[in-house]
Nanobody, 120 residues
């Protein structure tokens, strides 16, 4: 089975930076779109950024100009560089990937999430 493992979360002061990473492992024939989502307490999960296999990116308005998504296809890994962090960025961040795990199918796979806390 395909598994996504996230790392890089933690506690940071407002204005600081964090770099999240998410590595996919298992039987992988290819990965289409990868992305990051976040969910704050009492809120719905929301899109932060996505990146296609062709390196086209899409960002939430709140992330534009501050966050950068990237990927390393050789390592089956997606990254999220977060700069100029604000307290409102505090949330659990989830990695998502559309993984081709067989010769016939793609499946959407989620990581377990990593906590990001930004203090004032």
């Amino acid at each position: 089975q395909v598994q996504l493992v996230e790392s890089g979360g933690g506690l940071v002061q407002a204005g600081g930076s964090l770099r999240l990473s998410c590595a996919a492992s298992g039987i992988i024939f290819g990965i289409n779109t990868m992305g990051w989502y976040r969910q704050a307490p009492g809120e719905v999960r929301e899109l932060v950024a996505t990146i296609t296999s062709g390196y086209s990116t899409n960002y939430a308005d709140s992330a534009k100009g501050r966050f950068t998504i990237s990927r390393d296809n050789a390592k089956n890994t997606v990254y999220l560089q977060m700069n100029s962090l604000k307290p409102e960025d505090t949330a659990v961040y989830y990695c998502n990937a559309n993984v081709r795990s067989t010769r016939l199918t793609y499946n959407s796979t989620w990581g377990q999430g990593t906590q990001v806390t930004v203090s004032s």
